[in-house]
C-alpha cells in the first residue's frame, strides 16, 4: 500500500496563488504516476494534471498554463497553482497509480474568494 498525506491548502483571494503538496510513504518504488483531483459538491470528481515518472505532465484544460505540476523527490509532487479563480474552489485530492492499484489522499480544500 501507499500512504499519500496532502498539504497546502486553505483560503486565496481569486487572482492569487497556492502550492499543494503531496508525500508518499511505503512502497513509492511502485509508483508510476501522481496527480491531483478536484471535486466539488454533486460534480465527479475530475483531473487536474498528473504526472509520470519519466515524461511530461498531463493538464486539464482549464488549468493549462495555470496551473503547473511537479516531482520535487521521489516520493513527493507540488501543485503550484496561479490565477487562482471561483470555478478553482474544490476539495483537492492526491493521486498515486502503482503497481498494485490505486490510492487516494484525504483531500484538502482550496478555497478562492472573490
Known amino acids: 500500500q501507499v500512504q499519500l498525506v496532502e498539504s497546502g491548502g486553505g483560503l486565496v483571494q481569486a487572482g492569487g496563488a497556492l502550492t499543494l503538496s503531496c508525500k508518499a510513504s511505503s512502497n513509492i518504488f511502485s509508483i508510476n504516476a501522481m496527480g491531483w483531483y478536484r471535486q466539488t459538491p454533486g460534480k465527479q470528481r475530475e483531473l487536474v494534471a498528473t504526472i509520470p515518472k519519466r515524461g511530461a505532465a498531463n493538464y486539464a484544460d482549464s488549468v493549462k498554463g495555470r496551473f503547473d505540476i511537479s516531482w520535487i523527490s521521489r516520493s513527493t509532487i507540488h501543485l503550484q497553482m496561479n490565477a487562482l479563480t471561483l470555478d478553482d474552489t474544490a476539495v483537492y485530492y492526491c493521486?498515486?497509480?502503482?503497481?498494485?492499484?490505486?490510492?487516494w489522499g484525504q483531500g484538502t480544500q482550496v478555497t478562492v474568494s472573490s
Open positions: 493521486n498515486a497509480d502503482t503497481r498494485t492499484g490505486e490510492y
